[in-house]
């Protein structure tokens, strides 16, 4: 079956840097495109970042220049690298495939 696994989340203070891992099995994660989405409390889940079957990346505004998307294919893994962190980035993190799985969130604290 569809498993996505988050790791990295964290408490980390202002301007500090978290890097969040997402581990899939039970499907070709070669062939499909994925995504890292946050929900933080009492707001609804936003899209962060993507990054195609080929590596092309889009983001969020409120991210660019500061987190990095990448993936390694022959780990099954995605990563979300965060710097120059914010307390606005503060959320839930959540790793989706587009065909309808998600992880079960790893949580990231930014203090100020």
């Known amino acids: 079956q569809v498993q996505l696994v988050e790791s990295g989340g964290g408490l980390v203070q202002t301007g500090g840097s978290l890097r969040l891992s997402c581990a899939a099995s039970?499907?070709?994660?070669?062939?499909?495109?994925m995504r890292w989405y946050r929900q933080a409390p009492g707001k609804q889940r936003e899209l962060v970042a993507t990054v195609t079957t080929g590596g092309s990346t889009n983001y969020a505004d409120s991210v660019k220049g500061r987190f990095t998307i990448s993936r390694d294919n022959a780990k099954n893994t995605v990563y979300l690298q965060m710097n120059s962190l914010k307390p606005e980035d503060t959320a839930v993190y959540y790793c989706y495939v587009p065909f309808g799985y998600w992880g079960q969130g790893t949580q990231v604290t930014v203090s100020s």
């Open positions: 039970g499907f070709i994660f070669s062939d499909n495109n």
